[in-house]
């Protein structure tokens, strides 16, 4: 594929990153202050799960909200598809503020997910009608695309709930959630720009740019949390925006690169709800098997943790970015690297942890795994 970037809309998508990043790290001290001023605080003395010493915001996710839409509002098209993943943001990110401070039902939350959800899709449009079939890499008699007919509103449904909240289940170490994200986001520019679609390149870079202004907040030891209204704010857009921009482009072996952008994030979310029901628990119950807790396990300091995580999201998502161009060494990459992919996966999930690794367990609790009851 012939790359050819337009330096106009370099200039924009530089300028909508920088507004969302000024507005966000602007906003989020007062954030912090009004986060007190209404009793929006994580006690450190509330329950033994609490590792943290001293009381933090638990709505620090509010400025990450107000430097996206900010930056969007002033620099994105507002098509029919964006007004309607805008109106879906504002009901995840007022549930997840709602959750923050009085901590509402799993149900509750679901149903408010899955309206935001129905809104991007059922007004918006934005539905994933078809994939590319993988199997057109071995066979040229296979069909080029798969087409989801009645299955597409459900599966993109599925695909924006999944995701949500798959930012939600890593948010466990202090800067490991809006790191990934950003860096997410950051894929998802760059893949953006490589295609063309402008609106979607200027959507994330906007994310982007709210991602890195909250990170010296965020960051080991942090100054407060994201909490619910940040952790789904940042798997909503990248949920449905990883419909309207990446799944959009039908490119052999395009199915996987949403997957790859995404996959620290859905990797971690699927190992916990399997490992779960099998040990009799509720999907939405809290433990300490998470992937961030097993490098923690292995004697990485929390810092260390983050830092694979990151560089494992980063390797992911360039690789999704040489899937996205022409070459015939694409499968070759997405072989080897699942290959690795699985080895450290089955090295750090067969390590068992014991009481004396709780010990270790990170300074700031998972935002997913917090009970439902005060």
């Known amino acids: 594929m012939k790359i050819t970037l337009d330096v106009t809309l370099l200039v ?15 906003a989020t001290p007062i954030v912090d202050k009004f986060a007190f001023s209404i009793g929006a605080v994580d006690d450190p003395n509330r329950d033994d799960r609490r590792m943290h010493t001293v009381p933090k915001s638990r709505i620090g996710g509010l400025a990450i909200f107000l430097g996206f839409v900010v930056s969007v509002v002033l620099f994105a098209e507002l098509n029919r598809q964006v007004q309607s993943i ?5 009901i995840i990110v007022i549930t997840g503020a709602i959750d923050d401070i009085i901590d509402l039902k799993w149900w509750i939350k679901g149903i408010a997910q899955l309206g935001a959800a129905s809104i991007a899709v059922f007004w918006g449009g934005v539905v994933v009608e078809r994939m590319s079939n993988p199997f057109a890499l071995f066979s040229h008699s296979s069909a080029q695309f798969i087409e989801l007919g009645i299955f597409a509103v459900p599966c993109t449904i599925i695909w924006i709930l999944a995701v949500t909240n798959s930012v939600n289940f890593i948010d466990g170490l202090d800067g490991l959630a809006v790191g990934v994200s950003g860096i997410s986001s950051a894929t998802m520019v760059v893949t953006a720009l490589i295609v063309a679609d402008g609106n979607s390149a200027l959507i994330m870079a906007a994310l982007c740019g709210a991602c890195l202004g909250f990170m010296p907040f965020n960051m080991n030891p942090s100054k407060l949390f994201m909490g619910d209204s940040g952790a789904l704010t940042l798997g909503y ?35 916990a709800v399997f490992r779960r029901l099998a040990k009799g628990m509720k999907p939405w119950d809290g433990d300490r098997g998470h992937l961030h807790h097993r490098l923690i396990d292995m004697g990485l300091t929390q810092k260390q943790a983050v830092a694979v995580c990151y560089w494992a999201s980063a390797v992911l998502g360039l690789l999704a970015v040489v899937m996205t161009t022409d070459g015939g060494v694409k499968a070759f990459l997405l072989a080897l690297v699942l290959l690795v992919a699985a080895v450290v996966a089955v090295k750090i999930f067969k390590k068992p942890h014991t009481d004396r690794d709780a010990a270790s367990a990170p300074e700031k609790p998972d935002s997913a795994d917090k009970p439902n009851e005060p």
């Open 12 to 26: 924009n998508v530089g300028i909508a990153f920088i507004a969302a990043l000024v507005v966000c790290w602007v």
């Open 86 to 90: 805008l109106i879906g943001l504002v």
């Open 237 to 271: 857009v990248l949920a449905a925006m990883s419909v309207l921009g990446v799944f959009k482009f039908y490119a052999i072996v395009s199915f996987v690169v949403p997957f790859l952008i995404l996959a620290i994030t859905i990797f971690d979310e699927t190992f």
